[in-house]
Nanobody
């Protein structure tokens, strides 16, 4: 499975960005997916997660009410709509996919990351 993020860039505080994560390869093995972020000097943190069918989501407290995670399995793409951006949201955002194959193997895939910069 390969994951490619897009949509990062520069936004003003209070503005919005929409990140996308396109999956390719053995996408039928993908189960849950999530967005993580890492700012300079800080540990990587889970921003939002979504189940395989998209019926359940979870968010970090810091982004609840501002960010929305979604996925379109027909397009093998996951999204993160980020609204009301704050300076502290600036980070490299990476998508993650948890996959299981029919032999019981489990895999953890990561994208290369996309930079989000927020100007005040």
């Amino acid at each position: 499975v390969q994951l490619v993020e897009s949509g990062g860039g520069l936004a003003q505080a209070g503005g919005s960005l929409r990140l996308s994560c396109a999956a390719s390869g053995s996408t039928f093995d993908i189960n849950a997916m999530g967005w993580y972020r890492q700012a300079p000097g800080k540990q990587r943190e889970l921003v939002a997660g979504i189940t395989s069918g998209g019926d359940s989501t979870k968010y970090a407290d810091s982004v609840k009410g501002r960010f929305t995670i979604s996925r379109d399995n027909a397009k093998n793409t996951m999204y993160l709509q980020m609204n009301s951006l704050k300076a502290e949201d600036a980070a490299v955002y990476c998508c993650n996919a948890y996959a299981e194959d029919d032999r019981g193997g489990v895999y953890d895939y990561w994208g290369q990351g996309t930079q989000v910069t927020v100007s005040s």
